[in-house]
């Protein structure tokens, strides 16, 4: 048999073999068309997208380059129920796709499939970003989590077993390398296993699993990166460009909700981090701790004691470690430390994230040895208390002058002198 139709919307041709009164099919077809818009348009379906951010389906805005010009072309044979295509060729636009697939004709409906997205770049496939966030940003307003509920039943409409690899990938301002995923998804649950990327000077692999069976829903995410340069990787996936430095990030976290913000306020699990060679852009800790000593005199009006994120300061470190225990969405940790040539900080606190503030408080010791952060004796120099605090969008960063705070403070300088006279004058 061959079959060539042509029309306004698409082409399609084909060549076979029809055998078994039609139970048996298989040959060569190829589709094709100028606009995916028009088609849709034609069956009157809306374009959508989903805002991963906001959990909800979003009108599209098709941009010029997106959704025009597409193509497949496929060896298929159709038996018992099942639909199977080798050597597909698949083209939207700019990107192209090859690999196989089957597909059986059951409820739910079951895809396997093997696919090499090649370079996917996702972007203008996406959203634009909605003017009021930026405007949101720009004003420095705080974050607000979103309650709308969000709906999942679609996962139980289809049974898959997909391996997908691409050479490339790009989300926004998300960039990875050459990356292998497995997905699976069986009566509602799906597995997602990253089971290596290559992206930001680093390597990761992880899993997040979706439980959607049944409400409310459950989401499991464990993830390892290694040798990651912080400062590119969070500024892309998070506007945050505050961490410099090269290092290990993993997490291990669940939750279960229906919203964005019931998934925020049931967030469990453990994150730690560990970079070297970096920086804390936004603040100077060192002067901080020295400005303190004015705290002394009791002249509080001689500095700032407030200092905010601002790029013009920055904390230089040879190591920053820690870990969040992480509990119904509050994360709390008592092991932050840094070590830097004149300071050593350590930290403790709570970074509450349903409520979007934290209040932690550091210790930052001058180091007086010329050892530096080497330095191993305990008593190499004066301990001075910071308090990091506020919402999100406005955190401050200042010493503690509360009146136990100073008075610890002149009783280790009084040790000091103690210590130095006795050294001079036995």
Known sequence: MELSLLSALVNVNYEGEIQKQGQDIKGALSISGDSVKQILAWQNIPLVAKDILAWQNIPLVAKDEAFNQFSLASNMHFANSKLSLNGIAMALDKLAFTGSSTITLSEPLMVKADIDLGALNLNPYLPETEQAKVEKEAKNEPLVWDDSEIDLSSLALINADLAIKSSELR??????????????????????????????????????????????????????????????????????????????????????????????????????????????????????????????????????????FSNAEKTDFAALTGTFKITKGLANTNNISLLNPFIRVSGAGDIDLPQTKMKMQIVTEMVASVEGQAAQEASSGIKIPIKISGPFHQIKIRPDVSAEAKDKLKEKVKDKVKDKLKKLFG
């Open 171 to 308: 989300v926004r301002e998300i960039k990875l390398g050459e990356n292998n995923l497995a997905i699976k998804l069986q009566k509602g649950k799906a597995t997602i296993d990253l089971l290596n990327f290559k992206a930001y000077e680093g390597e990761g692999a992880g899993t997040i699993q979706v439980l959607a069976d049944k409400k409310p829903y459950q989401v499991n995410s464990k993830f390892l990166l290694e040798n990651i340069n912080a400062e590119p990787l969070l500024t892309d996936a998070a506007g945050f460009d505050k961490l410099m430095g090269k290092g290990q990030l993993a997490w291990d976290l669940s939750t279960i909700g229906l919203s964005q913000k019931s998934f925020i306020e049931q967030l469990n699990g453990e994150l730690s981090f560990s970079f070297v060679d970096g920086a804390i852009k936004g603040v100077n800790l060192a002067a901080v701790a020295k400005s303190a000593n004015n705290i002394m005199t009791g002249n509080l009006a001689a500095v700032s004691l407030d200092s905010d």
